[in-house]
């Protein structure tokens, strides 16, 4: 092809994209579409099963039957998450053995809020209300993405999540109607997990190399500071509503805007866990590879026994 | 029949899924693959069910503000009377598969006994139960064969299990005094007449596995008694931590 010719079919798919198209997987698409939407989703999956550890942490520990088998749902829920998330990154011809082997070797990344121990009940109520309400925010524009694939994956995805937040915010408010000794357990998981789960939202806006790219191909409808406030504003009122206190001194109701200002973020500590160096880095990305390379063996049986039971068809047919 | 005698004999069906179901969620996450992980959260939550309906109707027998948490979680170790098979670790995936299959084939064959109870209730939770169960029982049969007839390695390892976990089978079929007056009053099953087809249902499946059905005829028991392995108390120890440090909460 001519770089003219390229030029065009180019500025065809830009067309497709801008008149709201999806865009599939045997479609042409420019390599680097290809690859941000492989990183993008990829990402995503990764979050899905990382976050099962911290969460996983509880389940033998949930302090009711009832709270117990929400929380097996829920952990199950984000496992099938991670499983449409990487059916869909397969589509766009990675294999997902290779996407594991980037989690593993710590090439790709994943969303760093995981990288923080859960170390009381909680915890669980804090991630379900703040985290899965974050990811929320993050992801209901997704779900018009211009990748089929994803933004389909997207739809189920975002279903779930405003449940799992629901039922977060549900422990939360058990807590806080609770005890002295929950409401004091409560406010503790909200003071821990408060800045980690802004900075979800990623750099600010000054800072992030890819939003414009991103807002073109529909991988981004908001930067990343609109989402945040919309965190902001949308969460400060219901840790109000259950008697609890967001642990910033900046944070002030602002009339002009009709928005919360609120304190700077440490980024320093955003760096710090982004490159590996948070409390739990080591211990997540441990957690899955022993799982993968203690799985070895199984998934190698698994694969020997079809292949057997393939065998006897084909002879049998014969 | 006494209500605390029926009580009594509700904790030793539903201890035994409380129990694997507690196992089988310290898996969650950690599992050989996403495929394995869903599946075996899956089957804890369908026994994590049938406990509370269990405990639900148990905590309404005793009465005096009982209700499935103080049943499940405020009993001492030796008042659990779950099986000893259930209690076992997850040494490797083989010992979980292994487990979990000698333990299915038996809660078929009983939940399709509890299902003729005369009490409603029990028949009621036998008859949703043995749905799920039946699903369990193909999961872990599917995996006995892929695991028995797959590679070198697997089949040792599957073998290994087996043979490591035989010796806890008998105890399925153990009855007590109180069996006999539930059997007698329509309500429970009659374990004995379980173990022939349980045991011809096992080798049959080890054999199509290629797999050697052992001849240890050594047996442990003890679980019903409350007796149990000491891997029991650390179960306890993880499921009852929030109820022991922070009693009489509501979560
Ligand atoms: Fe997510
Ligand atoms: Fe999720
Ligand atoms: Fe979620």
Redesign the pocket.
Known sequence: MSENQIKNIEAEFDARIARDEKIEPKDWMPEKYRQTHIRQISQ?AH??IVGMLPEGNWITRAPSLRRKVALLAKVQDEAG?GLYLYSACETLGISRDELYEQLHTGKAKYSSIFNYPTITWADIGAIGWLVDGA?IIN?VPLCNTSYGPYARAMIR?CKE?SFHQRQGYEIMMTLAEGTKEQKTMAQDALNRWWWPSLMMFGPTDAESVHTAQSMKWKLKRKTNDELRQQFVDQTVPQAELIGLTVPDPDLKWNDERQSYDFGAIDWDEFWQVVKGHGPMNKQRINARVSAWENGEWVRDAAMAYAKKQEESRTKQAM | MMKEELYEYILGVADNSLILGQRLGELCGHGPSLETDIACTNISLDLFGQTRSYFQYAAKLIGNDATEDTVAFLRTEREYRNVLLVEQPNTDFAYTIARQFLFDVFHFLFLDQLKNSNDLNLSAIANKAIKEVSYHQRFSTDWIKRLGDGTPESAQRIQAAIDDLWRYTDELFHTSNIDDKIIEAGIGVNLSELKDPYYSRVIQVLEESKLVTPESKWFQKGGKAGVHTEHMGYILSDMQYMQRTFPNMTW
């Open positions: 995503h979050s899905e998450h990811a992801q995805v999540e």
